[in-house]
Every structure is written in C-alpha cells, then in structure tokens.
C-alpha cells in the first residue's frame, strides 16, 4: 500500500502565499510523474501543477507565474508554492502520484486533499 499525506492549507488574505506539501511512503519503487489538482465547489477537478521525473514542469494558465511545483526525490515529497493567491484560487488541492511499486506495477495514487481558502 501506498499513504499520500497532504499538509499546508488553510485560510490566506488575497495577496498572500502558502506552501502546500504532499508526502509519500509504503509501497514505492519509484515516483514517477507528480501534480497537483485542485477542485471548487461546484466545478471539476483541474490540473494545476504537474511535474515529471525528470523535472519538466507544467502549469494550467491561470496559476502561471504565481505558482511553482517542486519535488524532492530522497524525500518522497512533491510541493506547491502559491504566491500572490486569489480569492478564486479557493479550492480543495489534492496530490496526484503516478508511481512504480516495488513488485514493478504503476500505480496512479491520490491524496484526501487540503482545503485552501483565499479571502478577499
């Protein structure tokens, strides 16, 4: 089995930042491709962030420039910067983890997600 653990939201004034973090552990050979989606009430779930092993990085359009996804690769643990956060930015944040498990089968695993409120 594989456990996701997401840490780092909350309540934000517009304008401001917080650093979500989602750590990985159990079952794992390798991670392989790590992003973060998010969903608002009454919308579907959208890819924010995503970043593969290699490190290539990739935004949706409405979060470039304010938002950075890193990973630690010793750590297990991928992680989004938000920066200059707007009120529609509101939303719950889950974790996406495409992995390989150590009996060599890829795995797609999600987190239970984080809630991230931004006030106007």
């Known amino acids: 089995q594989v456990q996701l653990v997401e840490s780092g939201g909350g309540l934000v004034q517009a304008g401001g930042s917080l650093r979500l973090s989602c750590a990985a552990s159990?079952?794992?050979?390798?991670?392989?491709?790590m992003a973060w989606y998010r969903q608002a009430p009454g919308k579907q779930r959208e890819l924010v962030a995503g970043?593969?092993?290699?490190?290539?990085?990739n935004y949706a359009e409405s979060v470039k420039g304010r938002f950075t996804i890193s990973r630690d690769n010793a750590k297990n643990v991928v992680y989004l910067q938000m920066n200059s956060l707007k009120p529609e930015d509101t939303a719950v944040y889950y974790c996406n983890l495409d992995l390989t498990t150590r009996s060599l089968t890829r795995r797609n695993y999600w987190g239970r997600g984080t809630q991230v409120t931004v006030s106007s």
């Open positions: 159990g079952n794992i050979f390798r991670i392989n491709d």
């Open positions: 970043i593969s092993s290699g490190g290539t990085t």
